[in-house]
């Protein structure tokens, strides 16, 4: 294969990792067009031969613009705010290949009434009982109709940070009521209606696949960790941190998978159905399984954050290829391979994240302790001033331990955590064996139940 002129929009955890995923391939020549310094995307373009822009990633046409500008042939924009600014569909119209959604396949992620009523249209399974409400007289009807136990989230994209549940966020249904009210008259998420479902018992896992428009390829399945503390306790983060144990998850049966993944291919024909084109790039899901089978939590158009860490971590196969293969319409299978191995991803976050995060401190990274733990280190939100890195206001570095089974994982990840130094903070308990025994038991207990009905 001849050098390829490669760009990634984008500039947090998940874009290090594609990024070091993507130089593993010797003809990649990496470009980056982010929205602040990532030392080390920065570096890996660098060392490739590339070159790298900061900007307004949202802005479509500036982006497609400097593109150009680079002779890049080969693109692919990552985060979801600019797949839904257009980001994808100023590269196609500017004639580069994009292995990316386009704001329509995106709508997927960015409109949650979209793709719950794509999926009843359509009788896709896994859908759970829903309603979409515009005003709050709705709102309260639905949630009177689920008898309070829901689920309530705006529209729109919120970082990953808008749903809360009875029970968990919300004490009850008033409670329920009220954040509904309010995602309404503060319009959050940017789209005016909110969707009250029904809340679900389980035990949440993200499936990611690499998505041609006919064939979904999955990866392996990994757990994130969204509450802030330790023992699943305190408000949603973006993230903080995720494990995997190989294609499958250790409270999961095999028919887990093949139905997330019939879900998934059902869901890519419907949009093909109804739009007559295509869904092209990575598309995610967030599964929950239950008592009564897998259900959708939501999709998304993208990799996840943090577990593009995992499953790149684990990758062993052509990812340039890959790409290549989603922009024009048929990947080709030899390009996909992963390693049969655990992993544990530990995000380093400031202090206060994430009510009110203490940004632009200085971070000590041990470069020898680091090599010596055998672990991988993925800058998200930091910045880097004459040489020295300092905290941005959100999840800062990424770290990633990779090993045959998960207790080795997590111990490589906690060891490597200590290499950094600073005022930033991490869950501890993260693929630990306390917290993988709960969520079997959990799953196990759900399931007797369920067989004794």
């Not at 890996?44 to 900007?55: A, M, N, P």
């Not at 705006?154 to 029970?167: E, H, N, R, S």
């Not at 093949?258 to 869904?279: N, W």
């Amino acid at each position: 294969m001849a050098k390829v002129n490669f760009l990634l929009v984008g500039s947090g955890g998940r874009e290090h990792a594609i990024a070091e995923a993507l130089c593993r391939n010797p003809d990649a020549v990496l470009f980056a067009y982010m929205s602040s310094r990532n030392p080390g995307i920065a570096a890996l373009c660098k060392s490739s031969g590339g070159d790298y822009e900061i900007g307004d990633i949202c802005k479509a046409d500036a982006v497609a613009k400097w593109a150009k500008e680079k002779k890049i042939q080969l693109a692919f924009s990552s985060p979801d705010a600019t797949l839904e600014a257009g980001v994808s569909d100023a590269l196609i119209a500017a004639g580069i290949q994009t292995a990316s959604p386009t704001r329509e396949a995106s709508r997927l992620e960015w409109d949650k009434t979209f793709a719950r009523n794509l999926m009843k249209k359509y009788k896709i399974a896994g859908c759970p009982k829903f309603f979409v409400c515009k005003n709050e007289k709705e709102a309260n009807a639905a949630i009177d109709a689920l008898h309070g136990n829901v689920a309530v989230k705006p529209a729109g994209l919120t970082g990953g940070k808008g749903v809360k549940v009875t029970g968990y966020q919300l004490k009850d249904s008033a409670e329920a009521k009220a954040y509904a009210a309010e995602v309404l008259q503060t319009k959050m998420g940017s789209i005016p209606q909110v969707v009250i479902e029904e809340k679900l018992e389980g035990e949440e896992f993200t499936f990611q696949a690499f998505v041609d428009g006919k064939t979904v390829f999955g990866m392996p399945l990994v757990q994130d960790h969204k509450r802030a503390l330790e023992g699943d306790i305190g408000v949603n983060t973006g993230g903080m941190g995720a494990y995997s144990t190989g294609l499958m998850l250790p409270f999961l049966e095999p028919s887990d998978y093949s139905d997330a993944h019939e879900i998934m291919k059902a869901t890519i024909d419907a949009y093909a159905k109804e739009s007559g084109k295509q869904f092209v790039g990575v598309l995610y899901g967030q599964f929950i399984a239950t008592s009564k089978g897998v259900k959708v939590i939501e999709f998304n158009a993208r990799f996840g954050d943090p577990e593009a860490m995992n499953v790149l971590a684990v990758f062993d196969g052509n990812l340039l290829g890959v790409f290549e293969g989603m922009a024009k319409g048929e990947i080709k299978r030899e390009n996909i391979s992963f390693l049969h191995a655990a992993t544990v991803c530990k995000y380093l976050v400031p202090e206060g994240y994430p009510v009110k995060s203490i940004a632009n401190q200085p971070l000590e990274i041990d470069d020898a302790a680091l090599r010596k733990s055998g672990a991988r280190l993925f800058f998200a939100s930091v910045d880097e001033r004459e040489g020295k890195i300092y905290t941005g206001s959100s999840r800062n570095i990424g770290i990633v331990g990779v090993a045959d089974d998960v207790a080795v994982a997590e111990k490589i990840a906690e060891d490597a955590c200590d290499a950094v130094s600073g005022k930033v903070w991490h869950r501890k308990d993260i693929g630990t064996k306390k917290l993988l025994d709960r969520r079997i038991g959990h799953m196990k207990k759900l399931r007797e139940d369920m067989k004794g009905i």
